[in-house]
């Protein structure tokens, strides 16, 4: 196995774990506000096929990106106000938008474009370009991995420091962990934890926007359906075995990113083709298990040290 | 004349339900005086409170802050005109630090930008001023019980409150903490603030307060002053009828030890030795008290008689059987009933019906079944009789039980164990937070049961009164050992208990003596 190929392995890894970051750090800001984002896989969606849209008609990529960005807000602003205000269950009602934006942004595309399955040959999206880091890219080995990625790639580890700096910095950062743990008390003190939900949830899916466009924008260049396939669930994972630390889900995110890369680099050996698809899951999975079990050993092992001790101190004190 | 900081006047609230929690109650708080109000579970305390700190609305009256006629939006509202509250429940957030706690909701820092080193001084600033210490980068989580009023006393007068309320303050302290809370509220009416304590407990009214507004079925039944208190007129005020606290009580006939605890230790999670190879028995026929500062091992020794708590060492027998690797329902079966220290958690199902609470237990009893059904008539009859003989108020047995006064419930919970066919009783903490009323009901309980039907029970409470009143023999617990015995309490009081509670004196084993 040669250098480059290697490098190239890491390089896509990388790449690959870029959407998931995305939504890793959503479900993150969520989690710290005390609930599970579930809805993220319908806000990618939509800001995806909008910002290909917006993208191609106006011919300006920022344009595509705020346009991409602002459907998903209003989507969220959607979802909480039939969460937080008609009071219908949030779980439910995200998994019936995520139900609901598969086949709206499929409609979408058909009433754009007269095609089903992807939005190619209408619509050519404006990318996101590449970037070169200067020195960086001249490093050996790591110059290869980490330059040249896409900007959405440099965009999403800049996003793990802003939500750091959002979560433990800010007085919003505050209220939102207040209200994840102690609703009642931040109501005491006038925090509205409705109002602090929602802010969460539109930040969350501003975050989630980009990684939907990442994927129509930056990985490819056109809508194709349900092109999220999943990871939304898959970043909501991430963050819980994080804690909701976004530092920890960003990580995180970057294993499930290398899972899929084997699964691509797989295809060289393995031909079956419905077990490659579940390939990525199967290992996410099976990880999971081993990183809860992990946790759960040295949890044990830590209890039983510390009472060995306790029963040592005491019994010296006699 | 003291100048007036609040007035409520003519207040009445109705609930949708028809129900008329407060009528025409009126009432003034002076600065520097401290005011109680008190009364029976369901007089209306709470709800009153509830309207002046802006959570509920009232159909009728007026609140006056400092002569101006307010109305109380919500609580911010209230807070912003000078009234802040300490709920019994603390409202504050595990994860977070003292300061981050203290500053909720009025963050110091420019812009969005959170300032915590200023909000460590405000913190620091205020915990000198007010004579309260905390220490502001600890972990809400892991200070204790006293900090964390402190830290919610804090919160109210960093925001400048003039008026506090303490929704019974000392339900959750230990006696040294509630000797320090009285010293700070002093402190704090030296300094011009008007404080509402509220309270069942009579002893700490009367020691603490210079007036007392009484409420009785949501209307004012009395207004004393402090040099009028006594705990006869108090008590009259109440319950409206005179009641004798401490219960006649005869010499114990005891019979063979029907619970035995031997060489019992507790670990708890974190390593710490909460009970200390620890042996004593429960004869049938008489009542063992055990007293001490809260968090010497007595909660764990009730919870592992019962089985909520795996024992790390010894063994305990109720009735002749040992209880190791038993469940909970066959523990009960052995003849142990157990009166909750948490009663809302332990002690009930709080949306099931009175009905349902009490037929709980009773679902494999062959005394309500019928084949394969539950036999209702039985059962229903059984309801109707506790209903009766415990005096539980309610407007019918299908009601839920959180629909209850604190001291219904109780009786509710009460009834069952009671009735329950079991010859021991683990009464722990049977009568906190309760009015005087029911809690004097629950003592004649205990004291009969005991005395005409042979029952063994185990006392656990932090109400020295109570212990001292209504045990046969009263245990001293004190870092997971028993520190003392006293065989006849009628000789006791409260300083000798001290001295043992707080490791001053200690016993040695002639002076202790038979543990059973």
Redesign the interface.
Known sequence: MSIEYIETFFFSALRIATPIMYVALCATISLQGGLTNMAAESMMLISAVTGVIFSALTQNLLLGILAGALSSVLITLFLCFAAFIMKVDLYLMSIALNTAMSGATIYIMWVMTGNKANTAGYFASLQMPEVNIPIIQHIPFIGNIISGQNGFTYIAIIMIFVVWFLIFRTKLGLRIRAVGQNPQAAESVGINPYKIYTIAFVMASLIASLGGMFLSMGYQNMFIRDMTGGKGFIGMAAATIANASPIGAALLAIVFGLADAITNYSKLYITDSQFLSAMPYIITTSLLFILSYVRVKKNESDMRKRKLAALKASETQE | MAKELLKMEGITKIYSNGFMANKDISFTVNEGEIHALIGENGAGKTTLMKILFGLEDCQQGKIFIEGKECHME???DA?AKGVG?V?QH???????TVA??VV????P?PG???DKKTAIKMTEEASEKFQLKVDPNALVRDISVGLKQKVELL?ALIRGVKVLILDEPTAVLTPQEVRELFVQLKNLKENGYGIIFISHKLDEVMELCDSATVLRHGRVSGFIKREDMDEKTLSRLIVGRDIVNSIEKDDASTGETILKIRNVSY?D?????IV?DVSFGVRAGEIVGIAGVEGNGQNEISEMITGLLPMTEGSIVINGTEIKGLNINQIRKLGIAHISEDRMTYGCAQDMSIYDNLASIYLDNPKFIKGAFIDQKALSKYVKDCIEEFEIACDSEKSPVRMLSGGNIQKVIVAREFTSGANIIIANQPTRGIDVGTASLIHKLLHKYTREKGFGVLLISSDLNEVMNLSDRLLIMRNGKIAAQFTDTSKVNDEMMGEYMLGIKKMTEEERGELY
């Open positions: 919500n609580p911010l807070i509250m709920h603390f409202m504050l957030v595990p994860n977070l981050e706690n909720l909701g009025i963050e820092g969005q930008i959170f919160k670990v999670d974190i390593g710490k030795k200390n």
